[in-house]
């Protein structure tokens, strides 16, 4: 519970920081890399605030389970944190929301240019550290979803084509594989950072040898989530209405 709790969050903080760069970079970069910082967060702001806020409630959560009967209680603060976090997922923009602007507006809305912007710039990392031999358990997964990831948008797209709410209907999944995929992307480059300086020799690598640590943790033990979101994004809609308003009275 605890490597999840660090491995979503140090993940999250990692892309969230990029994205803080990303927004400098469209501001005061020279024209041509102003507008690729533009196009990357048009595609990965809506990831940032979906994602990072729906795994931010899974590890508050796993946070009061550490914790036990304490963590239920006002006395620690950690259920001002539950209810911080759970409000999370409305306030940045509720989470289906997000999904519908990262699938329909951003993904499908630019004919996929977006998204092959991103899974171009992975598929060129993944290629400079392919020769590592250390870097294969980081790199190989990641080159796998990266490919997925536009496969994926294919079948959802060809889908859509006869059928507009199969685009809704994928939308969260797609949101939340995607959201692990970046996530990898941020965690296979602070790998090839920790494996540098542990090589290096640096002093006190403590540090180093547990962001390494919780890199192979999380391609070990949740990035392999992205497979179930994505072949739920692949299911076919119909199942969502197959019931009417009325069965709906019982609840």
């Given at each position: 519970?605890l490597l999840t709790?660090?491995?979503?969050?140090?993940?999250?903080?990692?892309?969230?920081?990029?994205?803080?760069?990303?927004?400098?970079?469209?501001?005061?970069?020279?024209?041509?890399?102003?507008?690729?910082a533009d196009d990357?967060?048009?595609?990965?702001?809506?990831?940032?605030?979906?994602?990072?806020?729906?795994?931010?409630?899974?590890?508050?959560?796993?946070?009061?389970?550490?914790?036990?009967?304490?963590?239920?209680?006002?006395?620690?603060?950690?259920?001002?944190?539950?209810?911080?976090?759970?409000?999370?997922?409305?306030?940045?923009?509720?989470?289906?929301?997000?999904?519908?602007?990262?699938?329909?507006?951003?993904?499908?809305?630019?004919?996929?240019?977006?998204?092959?912007?991103?899974?171009?710039?992975?598929?060129?990392?993944?290629?400079?550290?392919?020769?590592?031999?250390?870097?294969?358990?980081?790199?190989?997964?990641?080159?796998?979803?990266?490919?997925?990831?536009?496969?994926?948008?294919?079948?959802?797209?060809?889908?859509?084509?006869?059928?507009?709410?199969?685009?809704?209907?994928?939308?969260?999944?797609?949101?939340?594989?995607?959201?692990?995929?970046?996530?990898?992307?941020?965690?296979?480059?602070?790998?090839?950072?920790?494996?540098?300086?542990?090589?290096?020799?640096?002093?006190?690598?403590?540090?180093?040898?547990?962001?390494?640590?919780?890199?192979?943790?999380?391609?070990?033990?949740?990035?392999?989530?992205?497979?179930?979101?994505?072949?739920?994004?692949?299911?076919?809609?119909?199942?969502?209405?197959?019931?009417?308003?009325?069965?709906?009275?019982?609840?």
């Amino acid at each position: 519970m605890l490597l999840t709790q660090k491995a979503l969050n140090e993940g999250s903080r990692a892309l969230i920081y990029w994205l803080a760069q990303l927004v400098d970079q469209s501001k005061y970069g020279n024209e041509e890399n102003a507008r690729a910082a533009d196009d990357l967060l048009s595609l990965l702001t809506p990831i940032a605030k979906a994602f990072c806020t729906e795994v931010g409630v899974e590890v508050t959560n796993l946070g009061i389970q550490v914790l036990g009967r304490h963590g239920y209680i006002r006395d620690n603060g950690q259920e001002q944190i539950a209810r911080d976090a759970r409000i999370a997922t409305l306030y940045e923009g509720t989470t289906g929301i997000q999904a519908l602007d990262l699938l329909g507006r951003k993904v499908m809305g630019s004919q996929g240019t977006l998204l092959r912007n991103f899974t171009k710039r992975i598929h060129k990392f993944c290629e400079a550290a392919g020769n590592n031999e250390a870097m294969k358990p980081f790199i190989e997964p990641l080159q796998a979803l990266n490919k997925q990831w536009g496969e994926l948008t294919m079948a959802i797209g060809s889908k859509a084509m006869s059928d507009p709410n199969e685009v809704g209907a994928a939308s969260v999944d797609y949101t939340m594989f995607s959201g692990y995929v970046a996530l990898a992307y941020m965690w296979a480059q602070m790998a090839q950072l920790a494996q540098q300086k542990i090589a290096e020799g640096v002093e006190a690598p403590e540090f180093y040898q547990a962001k390494l640590a919780t890199a192979e943790f999380y391609f070990q033990r949740l990035l392999p989530r992205a497979d179930s979101h994505a072949n739920a994004a692949e299911a076919s809609g119909k199942a969502m209405m197959a019931l009417s308003h009325d069965a709906f009275a019982f609840l």
